[in-house]
């Protein structure tokens, strides 16, 4: 008579194998899904516009003689677009005591346009990569001057989520 060995293994090798090889899998499969953002919140993610200062208009003060600023054109470099209703800029000058002053499409007394776009209360204008946006900073009318040689940094934001879309700074010219 023979004996037999009895094994005190509890599961067969096999078996055992295959157990890592699930739980391998599943841990590469929750790594991807959280490094991917499939479990994001689905929101969509803020807008960027990438923005180059074009012609700056300057005009003479007659009560300083000094160069002051009268407008700005900005160029849509690329990035999104994005309704000019959604937008404002806010300018501060470093001779001005860090007084920041906002402009937007959406305030009727303030004159943001994209050039070559007719807007009206019916029609949304939006500002595509290619486009110039102009804003009109009416010195003589509000009380700020960016005049020369003053540094203006500029920032657009975004009304609806309050993100920056967009900053640079430019210099006001000594001379028209």
Same mark, same amino acid.
């Given at each position: ?8 293994? *509890?599961?067969?090798?096999?078996? +055992?194998?295959? #157990?890592?090889?699930? $739980? ?5 499969? &929750? ?8 479990? *994001?919140? +689905?929101?969509?993610?803020?807008? &960027?516009?990438? #923005?180059?200062?074009?012609? $700056? ?25 994005? /309704? ?12 001005? +005591?860090? &007084?920041?002053?906002?402009? !937007? ?14 807007? !009206? ?13 102009? &804003?009109? #900073? ?29 900053? +640079?700074?430019?210099?006001? /010219?000594?001379?028209?």
């Amino acid at each position: 008579m023979k004996l037999k060995k009895k094994s005190e293994d *509890a599961v067969s090798p096999v078996v +055992g194998i295959m #157990l890592m090889v699930v $739980i391998t899998v599943v841990i590469a499969a &929750v790594i991807t899904v959280f490094s991917s953002g499939l479990l *994001a919140d +689905g929101g969509t993610s803020d807008p &960027v516009m990438l #923005l180059e200062v074009g012609n $700056i208009e300057v005009e003479i003060d007659s009560a300083t003689s000094s160069y002051v600023v009268s407008s700005v054109e900005f160029i849509h470099k690329g990035g999104d677009s994005i /309704p000019l209703n959604d937008v404002e800029f806010s300018f501060v000058a470093s001779r001005s +005591g860090a &007084v920041t002053n906002h402009y !937007s499409a959406a305030d009727p007394e303030d004159d943001v346009v994209v050039l070559g776009k007719a807007s !009206s209360p019916d029609t949304i204008v939006v500002v595509e990569p290619g486009d110039v946006i102009k &804003v009109m #900073l009416p010195y003589h009318i509000f009380d700020h001057k960016y005049s020369s040689p003053s540094k203006v940094t500029w920032t657009l934001y975004n009304t609806r989520t309050d993100a920056t879309l967009s900053t +640079g700074v430019f210099v006001v /010219p000594e001379k028209i």
